[in-house]
């Protein structure tokens, strides 16, 4: 079996991981978690998210955010705009890349984004023909793709038929997400095969949320199928506000760490990316969910106290 020899992490902690947080998040300090990830050697970061401040609290502060980064040549900022109202208020703060987000399940499109899957292509074209006019890259995020906290499991014929529409559109890149982490390798694969119908497979990435201790086995079976493109969140922060119950995505240094014993390259510092880590999850008061951050943690506490001996 072969692998690329290189991975593109797209890091989506400080959007999706911080999104569904409910205590207040100061903009101060997710713009500090950005600075630590581009420390931490970060090259693409989903920054926040132009969506309706009453559906999304956490978010409202996009703008502020998004002023607020000391922004770095060689990274790459990106945000989500759902429908025009958010393009044009994301675009006045410059964004290198915009992310329209539709559902592989009817139930999700009108829980998450209020209307159905054809409403929201609607919607999503003229942001996608704007941005592309403006040079702005445009990706888009299928949710559901194998299972929906309202539908249960989804077909991946719903997938490629999402995808197709995508595609038809002009979205330049398809991240396949599974929202509720319920999927599993071959579960996985299907949905991933029935977006390679439409999309190259330098242009489609995989975005898997950890509720079921799944995501880094999901992320192996990916790779072994040739992606190489992973959204993953810091400390594995997350949950989508709209299907109760999910957990964050894959914790980037989970993923870092597999990627790395196997000789695959990610341009990423793992022990930065812990402290990036231990940062948040102090700032949010509880531990973080990546069990190499905890382990590597525990190995620096112990290493303290046998120098201290
Ligand atoms: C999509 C909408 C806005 C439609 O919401 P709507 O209510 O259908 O929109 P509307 O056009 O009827 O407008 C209603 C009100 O919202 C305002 N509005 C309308 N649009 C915007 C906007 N862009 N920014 C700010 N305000 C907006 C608009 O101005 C109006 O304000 P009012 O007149 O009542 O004061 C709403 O449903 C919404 O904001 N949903 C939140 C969706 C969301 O952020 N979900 C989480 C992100 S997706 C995700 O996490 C999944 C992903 C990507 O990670 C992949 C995965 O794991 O699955």
Known sequence: MSYPSRVKLVEVGPR???????????????????????????????V????????????????EVMAGIERRADVRYSVLTPNMKGYEAAVLTQPDEIVVFGAASEAFSQKNINCSIAESIERFAPVVEAARAAGIYVRGAMSCTVGCP?????????????????????????????????????KVRKALEATLQHFDINDVSGH?????????????AALAMG???FDTSVAGLGGCP???????????????YMLHGMGIETGLDLDKLVDAGAFISQALGRPTQSRVAKALL?????AGVCEAV
């Open 16 to 46: 999706d991981g911080l999104q569904n947080e409910k205590q207040p998040v100061p903009a101060a300090v997710k713009i500090e978690l950005i600075h630590r990830l581009q420390a931490a050697g970060s090259k693409e970061i989903e």
């Open 48 to 63: 926040t998210s132009f969506v309706s401040p009453k559906w999304v609290p956490q978010m409202a502060d996009n703008a």
């Open 150 to 186: 309202y539908e249960g499991d989804v077909a991946p014929s719903q997938v490629g038929y999402l995808a197709k529409l995508m595609k038809d559109i002009g979205v330049q890149h398809i991240g396949v997400a599974d929202t509720i982490g319920v999927g599993t390798p071959i």
């Open 208 to 220: 898997f949320h950890d509720t079921y201790g799944q995501a880094v086995a999901n992320t192996l």
């Open 227 to 229: 992606v190489w493109q």
């Open 242 to 256: 709209y299907a109760k119950g999910a957990t964050g995505n894959v914790a980037t240094e989970d993923v870092v």
């Open 298 to 302: 525990a190995k620096r506490d112990s």
